[in-house]
């Protein structure tokens, strides 16, 4: 018999003024409430404890599922164009550094203030994840692997994969510089309208594929085939679909994507077909000419598990390709729209030769770098990230009507750090945060926990020194070969596109004059 004494819940039931006959029905209905209003008395304790305050938060119809507060934010995103990222900025100006709303039956928390980021991504690391969010968002694409896993599967993820990124596996550019000069050659020199989005997605494809199947799909080459071109589509269709899954994560239960299903299965394909290969020189393979360490190589070692195998490759070759193609196409989309910045950055890399171009060269070139640092600033691949909590704990600020109290955070509520807002806040910045000004980091060191193009903490890329160096070369020489560069776009302003992550909409159109 159920003691509803020992349960602390009596006075909660008397409450609801509920009826009391002995019947089954009844002894049902306690069976079903008994753990919803266990759950909503611990978390009203919880919240009230610690010298907790709650922070402000959105008005909602609906406070359980946050239904209009979703269609709003879809309309406002299809209808007028304003992104999430661009809509959360708006409510910073409105409620404060941490807000919330009621969002699928959770608590959803929006931050940018640094002490929480830091509290969620590193001093309390063990307290948040992102399996519970990112299992369902991401699995048909990339199943579970280092983006999708929290705890010893994540762990043995990192050790894998940190070891392709270590400096003494793939420190040298040589390899990098040769598909940069393909890249060249592709570049029209003569002034003609031109989109360079596409040329960069395509470099950081055979890059990646040769980092980690040892062999790449050299989709710049005059003699390439349309196997890798069709993985790259495939591939982008299946971020925008993961895209939508984020967006409207339970509801996709109810629709269908044939063509999403169809991206994911190739995307699969794919790189199946590299695992196959590389099982296949398993027992007579020769050194790389570049001693790279290559990642299937090491997974086909250790595992007969084709899923497990593929799996791992997809979540890494996803922030791979990204961390290459996204921050090039939105360095000259602002180069081509500054015109004494490029003049500028032209005068400091035409003294570079280049067989003398490697990675001390690049980090002595302060403009470049400062031209980079800007870029990943205002214009970060990665505009939010989320963490769901695994438990009861308290973030040390964002509570109370100055958003200057503890916060208290329940076991499934939703946490999501703002770097597009976090990087435009102008008590950090400056008042002209939202402007594209390389010369801000002169002589500037943003304080911790307010710059994250990479994040941080244990979950920080392991790849961010290579792709800069990666970034910087390309930059270097594109700029040696181009006397000028100009905007071709129409549109003058960024407009940004969301799906995993976030990237030029109208891609970066230039004409460009040769030397």
């Keep these: 018999m159920i003691d509803l004494r020992e349960l602390g819940l009596t006075e909660e ?43 402000p938060s959105l008005p909602q119809l609906d406070p359980f599922f946050g239904t209009d507060i979703v269609l709003k934010q879809l309309f406002k995103r299809h209808h007028d164009g304003v992104s999430r990222s661009r809509q959360f900025h708006q409510l910073f100006q409105d409620l404060g550094s941490t807000f919330s709303s009621s969002i699928y039956g959770s608590t959803l928390f929006v931050t940018v203030a640094p002490e929480n980021i830091r509290a969620v ?106 196997e890798g071109q069709g993985f790259l589509d495939a591939f982008n269709y299946a971020q925008q679909g993961v895209g939508r899954r984020i967006t409207l994560p339970w509801w996709n239960i109810f629709t269908t994507d044939r063509k999403f299903w169809k991206a994911c299965k190739s995307c699969h394909d794919f790189v199946d077909k590299a695992i196959a290969h590389a099982r296949t020189m398993h027992f007579k393979r020769e050194p790389s000419s570049h001693g790279n360490h290559i990642l299937v190589n090491e997974l086909v070692e250790r595992s007969d598990n084709l899923k497990e195998i593929r799996e791992h490759l997809l979540n890494v070759f996803l922030p791979a390709h990204d961390a290459i193609a996204i921050p090039l196409t939105n360095i000259f989309f602002n180069l081509s729209r500054h015109p004494a910045a490029y003049l ?72 999501t750090m703002s770097f597009h807002s976090l990087q435009r806040r102008k008590d950090i910045w400056g008042d ?84």
């Design 13 to 55: 039931l008397q409450k609801l003024k509920l009826p009391t006959p002995p019947s089954m029905l009844f002894l049902v209905l306690i069976a079903i409430l008994l753990p919803v209003i266990r759950t909503v008395v611990s978390r009203r304790a919880h919240k009230s404890t610690r010298g907790c305050q709650p922070c």
């Design 344 to 415: 500028k950055l032209r005068e400091e890399v035409v003294t570079l030769d280049d067989p003398a171009i490697e990675a001390e060269a690049l980090k002595q070139l302060p403009y470049l770098n400062r031209v980079i640092s800007e870029t990943l600033r205002l214009f970060p691949a990665v505009t939010t990230n989320e963490r769901v909590a695994l438990k009861d704990t308290v973030l040390p600020t964002g509570g109370g009507p100055h958003c200057t109290d503890k916060l208290a955070v329940c076991r499934g509520d939703l946490v």
């Design 121 to 226: 991504y590193s001093t309390q690391f063990d307290e948040f994840g992102v399996g519970p969010v990112r299992g369902f968002v991401f699995g048909p694409l990339l199943g579970k692997g280092l983006m999708t896993s929290d705890g010893a599967p994540w762990k043995h993820s990192r050790a894998l994969t940190a070891q392709t990124f270590t400096k003494p596996q793939f420190g040298g550019l040589k390899p990098f510089d040769e598909h940069v000069t393909r890249l060249l050659g592709h570049l029209p020199t003569d002034g003609t309208d031109f989109n360079l989005q596409p040329l960069f997605h395509r470099l950081a494809l055979d890059v990646t594929t040769e980092m980690l199947f040892g062999y790449s799909v050299n989709s710049l080459s005059r003699e390439a085939s349309s």
């Design 432 to 515: 002209d945060a939202e402007v594209w000004r390389p010369e801000r980091w002169e002589g500037f060191q943003p304080p911790p926990w307010t710059n994250l193009p990479f994040g941080g903490g244990p979950r920080i890329c392991p790849g961010q020194g290579q792709g800069l160096m990666q970034v910087a070369l390309t930059v270097v020489r594109i700029v040696k070969e181009c006397e000028r560069i100009e905007c071709a776009d129409p549109v003058p302003e960024f407009v940004d596109f969301s799906r995993v992550v976030t990237l030029s909409k109208n891609g970066c159109k230039v004409r460009l004059r040769a030397s």
